[in-house]
């Protein structure tokens, strides 16, 4: 398996502009989770989901914000409209549960910059 | 943070020294991991401790767990140049509690060759 696969790796868009972060996690993961990690606030839950149904989005920062799971092998994450202070690595994780002590599976992030 | 606090924020050794790092955290737990973190990369496990154990050793890595404390140690002995990175606490809650993933606020470890 490659991994878990984000895109883009860096995006750069203008104040006001809907952005859509993108996420494939491993084969057989049945939980994902997405962080935001900036240096002031450090790695933040934003919102996880269990067998593609969100089971606590009570990180997600304010309703610009929104993820969903339409199936089990893809994952997004909106932001609409962008501002400055949304600029942060944004980072998809993948969890095999039928075990109950696993390790997460990390992307490589997305770097986004709101001008 | 939503979960853990490291200290210290920053660590800088000498290649060959140990390096220790602290976590802690707030609630109960199912398990409790470390992470690495290089700079501008995404985040590698290093190593699990469950709940009902208390200390456990990777190669050059050691680390325990009290529980009672709700505390965690990670020792890095014989450190390397390579192992310059950002080492990550996190707390994996059980099923009945929600069963989220949280982070520490992270600890910057510098090896001087």
């Known amino acids: 398996d490659a991994g878990v696969i984000q895109s883009p790796r860096h995006e750069v868009t203008e104040m006001g502009q809907e952005v859509t972060l993108r996420c494939k996690p491993i084969?057989?993961?049945?939980?994902l989770f997405w962080y935001r990690q900036t240096m002031m606030r450090g790695l933040e839950l934003l919102i996880y989901?269990?067998?593609?149904?969100?089971?606590?989005d009570s990180g997600m920062p304010e309703d610009r914000f929104s993820a969903k799971m339409p199936n089990a092998s893809f994952s997004t994450l909106k932001i609409q409209p962008s501002e400055p202070r949304d600029s942060a690595v944004y980072f998809c994780?993948?969890?095999?549960?039928?075990?109950?002590?696993?390790?997460?599976?990390f992307g490589q992030g997305t770097r986004l910059t709101v001008v | 943070s939503q979960q853990g606090e490291e200290d210290p924020q920053a660590l800088s050794i000498q290649e060959g020294e140990n390096a220790t790092m602290n976590c802690s955290y707030k609630?109960?737990?199912?398990?409790l991991q470390w992470y690495r973190q290089n700079s501008g990369r995404g985040l590698v496990h290093l190593i699990l401790?469950?709940?009902?154990?208390r200390e456990k050793h990777s190669g050059r890595l050691r680390v325990t767990l009290d529980t009672s404390k709700k505390s965690s140690s990670l020792l890095i002995t014989a450190s390397r140049a390579a192992d310059t990175a950002s080492y990550f606490c996190?707390?994996?809650?059980?099923?009945?509690?929600?069963?989220?993933?949280?982070f520490g606020t992270g600890t910057s470890l510098t090896v001087i060759p």
């Open positions: 994780a993948s969890r095999p549960d039928r075990m109950q002590n696993t390790e997460a599976f």
């Open positions: 084969s057989g993961h049945n939980s």
């Open positions: 989901f269990n067998n593609n149904v969100p089971i606590d």
């Open positions: 609630t109960s737990i199912n398990n």
């Open positions: 401790i469950r709940s009902n154990e």
């Open positions: 996190a707390t994996h809650l059980p099923m009945n509690t929600g069963n989220q993933f949280y």
